[in-house]
């Protein structure tokens, strides 16, 4: 009884991740070092379904998308191009704070930059 209680009352202070907490709009601050000042891209999740995101990056449609949220938070992971079929591969996880963190990789362009999003729509 008493281990099924504590069990019941750390589901309760720490519930389970929800993808659908991705749902919206968010200002991706993609500055190039840490002291430039922002430089804001939007992604737009239209919609998570299972574990596949609908939405865009940057303006170029997300692919190939994963949403995992086995490990007590919510982690994604999906590719983009750009207008000249450039691959980029993005991966964050929300944060317990609401923020994503994150990092895009270019192979195609030796890129890896590093960002933070919040939501524009709160």
């Given at each position: 009884m008493h281990a099924f209680l504590i069990v019941a009352l750390v589901a309760l202070a720490n519930p389970a991740p929800?993808?659908?907490d991705l749902v919206g709009t968010w200002q991706v601050d993609l500055r190039p070092t840490p002291d430039s000042g922002p430089y804001y891209?939007?992604?737009v999740v239209r919609?998570?379904?299972?574990?596949v995101i609908n939405g865009t990056f940057?303006?170029?449609a997300v692919q190939l998308s994963q949403v995992n949220t086995s490990w007590?938070?919510?982690q994604i992971a999906f590719v983009t191009t750009d207008g000249s079929a450039q691959r980029y591969v993005t991966?964050?996880?929300l944060g317990d704070d609401g923020v994503l963190r994150g990092?895009?990789?270019s192979p195609d362009r030796d890129l890896l930059q590093p960002w933070t999003?919040?939501?524009e729509d709160k």
């Amino acid at each position: 009884m008493h281990a099924f209680l504590i069990v019941a009352l750390v589901a309760l202070a720490n519930p389970a991740p929800d993808a659908q907490d991705l749902v919206g709009t968010w200002q991706v601050d993609l500055r190039p070092t840490p002291d430039s000042g922002p430089y804001y891209q939007p992604f737009v999740v239209r919609a998570v379904e299972g574990d596949v995101i609908n939405g865009t990056f940057y303006g170029s449609a997300v692919q190939l998308s994963q949403v995992n949220t086995s490990w007590g938070d919510v982690q994604i992971a999906f590719v983009t191009t750009d207008g000249s079929a450039q691959r980029y591969v993005t991966m964050a996880r929300l944060g317990d704070d609401g923020v994503l963190r994150g990092s895009t990789y270019s192979p195609d362009r030796d890129l890896l930059q590093p960002w933070t999003a919040e939501r524009e729509d709160k």
